[in-house]
């Protein structure tokens, strides 16, 4: 099985800055891209960034020039810093691993999610 635990969500004032950060363990064989999605109160969830394994990255247009995603291959970890956070960020930051290999006790090849960080962004 694979698990993915996130840190560093909480609450700040607008225009403050928090990181994120999401660690996979498990029977991880490869990863092919991590990134992170956010659901805000009543809404649907969407689309933060994701970072492939050679690491290109993509952006949500509503976070561009404010976030930046970065991970650590060897740790299987993806981060998510977050400046200029402003009210409407406000919602629960779920960590993805996508299309991750695992061969024990079986090849497979799933997606899996964290358990989601609040993020809570004060006016």
């Known amino acids: 099985q694979v698990q993915l635990v996130e840190s560093g969500g909480g609450l700040v004032q607008a225009g403050g800055s928090l990181r994120l950060s999401c660690a996979a363990s498990?029977?991880?064989?490869?990863?092919?891209?991590l990134g992170w999605y956010r659901q805000g109160p009543g809404k649907q969830r969407d689309l933060v960034a994701t970072i492939t394994s050679d690491g290109a990255t993509n952006y949500a247009d509503s976070v561009k020039g404010r976030c930046t995603i970065s991970s650590d291959n060897a740790k299987n970890t993806v981060y998510l810093q977050m400046n200029s956070l402003k009210p409407e960020d406000t919602a629960v930051y779920y960590c993805?691993?996508?299309?991750?290999?695992?061969?024990?006790?079986?090849?497979?090849?799933?997606?899996?999610w964290g358990q989601g960080t609040q993020v809570t962004v004060s006016s």
């Open positions: 993805i691993a996508l299309r991750v290999v695992t061969v024990s006790p079986e090849y497979k090849v799933n997606d899996y």
């Open positions: 498990g029977s991880i064989f490869t990863i092919d891209a």
